[in-house]
């Protein structure tokens, strides 16, 4: 069940920390987002250290789909109408920015990174679409409405974005990793004011910045409420369609594709964590009615932190924790995301102003429908009667089927059937008996 990112690529190894040590910053999280973090604190000479508890992009980063871009669904006429036209306009060109530099770092690393048009189709509802190009002259930026004709199946439309891309994450980050300061096998098991506690030191730090997916204190920033997580699952097909572009479909429900080298990659049966979903078991049935030749290669699932207002939390942690950031609620766009909160953390840690900042801060308003929704899933699974509960705050677990997991419907954490940790915000395995 691994990606083929995971096949093929060499990443880097780092020690593991054997001593207390200091530090001005200390990251935790050695996914894409604290990688990136690290790589521009390096170019800014901003002292630092990246700790991550087993090995790089050994979380959520090694199963994305790598694409790049700065169309979320069919995001823009949703926060036309909660934001206004300015604050909208700046989260499109923040992504645009994150697209840019992606541009400009592939130029000199060997990573398969492709320039590609990006599509948001739908396939029975052009009014969305019609919304969506609406909203988007008001913003000024340019895009087709085009028809869809390379999918095996009719649409009644999509919204294209050019000068989008694709590229193969690991390789990327094998590189950009290789000569920053990172300590693996590096577990935080406890953080106190200006101190992280593992099994083999304390690092003494100034600032902290959490790039753990979900971030792991509950004390502080409400993240238990103003988050969930959804799982969805790719399969990797051979035989299948070679596309021009990168696709997404507007519904929830739907698929997306993107290819790599001479496989195509579909993504859906995506579903709530703890919830049922369609799983691989949807993907398998799809290849098998429109693509008969095709030959499944590999097959994966992924995890995504999901925000109140469909918005990123990315800056101070929360206003009682001065000197800590975070960046996390990437809502399936973790590629673009990621790199975006590398640039403002590490803007911010430097005291520079950073254009973007105000748009993702964590401490905006949370009065929003989805806080209701997500706190009324926390009281039920709080009262449901079982002996299996999550180690986080207590929610009862779901046996996942498909997956052979033990998942946690209130804030996404994962346990495989033995009780080991395999997706946070839980800090420590659970004890299943």
């Not at 604190?41 to 789909?65: M, R």
């Not at 398998?284 to 429109?290: G, V």
Request: positive net charge; hydrophobic residues 35%.
């Amino acid at each position: 069940m691994d990606s083929i990112w995971s096949e093929y690529t060499m990443l880097p190894h780092f020690h593991t920390l054997k001593d207390d040590i200091k530090t001005d910053v200390l990251i935790i999280g050695g996914g894409i987002t604290g990688i990136l973090c690290a790589y521009f604190l390096q170019e800014k000479g901003i002292d630092y250290i990246l700790a991550e508890g087993q090995t790089i992009c050994s979380g959520i980063t090694k199963n994305t789909t790598a694409k790049i871009t700065s169309q979320h669904g069919l995001i823009y006429h949703k926060l036309l109408k909660r934001f206004g036209l300015e604050k909208t306009k700046l989260y499109l060109q923040a992504n645009q920015t994150a697209v840019k530099k992606y541009f400009a770092l592939c130029q000199t690393i060997d990573c398969d990174f492709e320039e590609k048009p990006s599509y948001v189709y739908s396939i029975d509802n052009r009014k969305k679409l019609e919304k969506e190009a609406d909203a988007l002259q008001q913003i000024g930026f340019p895009f087709k409405f085009t028809e869809v004709k390379e999918l095996p199946f009719s649409t009644v439309g999509a919204i294209c974005f050019e000068q989008q891309a694709q590229f193969h994450p690991l390789k990327f980050l094998a590189q950009i990793a290789q000569n920053l300061a990172i300590y693996e096998h590096t577990f935080i098991k406890e953080l106190a004011p200006n101190i992280a506690v593992t099994d083999q030191g304390n690092i003494r730090y100034q600032r902290l910045i959490i790039t753990t997916h979900f971030p792991i204190d509950n004390k502080h920033g409400m993240y238990f409420l103003k988050m969930y997580q959804h799982r969805s699952y790719v399969v990797a097909l051979e035989h299948a369609a070679k596309l021009h572009g990168i696709y997404v479909d507007e519904a929830s429900k739907g698929m997306s594709f993107r290819n790599y080298k001479d496989l195509l990659l579909v993504g859906g049966g995506s579903h709530r964590t703890g919830k049922k979903g369609g799983n691989w078991q949807e993907l398998r049935e799809f290849a098998e009615k429109y693509y008969p030749s095709s030959i499944e290669k590999a097959y994966w699932a992924a995890q995504d932190c999901m925000t109140l207002d469909q918005v990123p939390y990315i800056g101070l942690y929360s206003k009682n924790m001065p000197q800590c950031y975070v960046a996390t609620g990437f809502q399936k766009w973790g590629i673009s995301s990621s790199m975006l909160a590398a640039m403002i953390l590490s803007d911010q840690l430097a005291e520079k102003e950073n254009p973007f900042a105000s748009i993702f801060r964590p401490s905006r308003s949370i009065v929003r429908l989805q806080l209701l929704k997500n706190s009324w899933e926390s009281i039920l699974n709080l009262l449901t009667p079982t002996r299996k509960r999550c180690p986080h705050l207590g929610c009862a677990l779901k046996w996942n089927s498909a997956e052979h997991s033990w998942d946690c419907p209130c804030h996404g954490s994962r346990f495989t059937e033995n009780g080991t940790l395999l997706d946070n915000p839980a800090n420590g395995d659970c004890n299943l008996k």
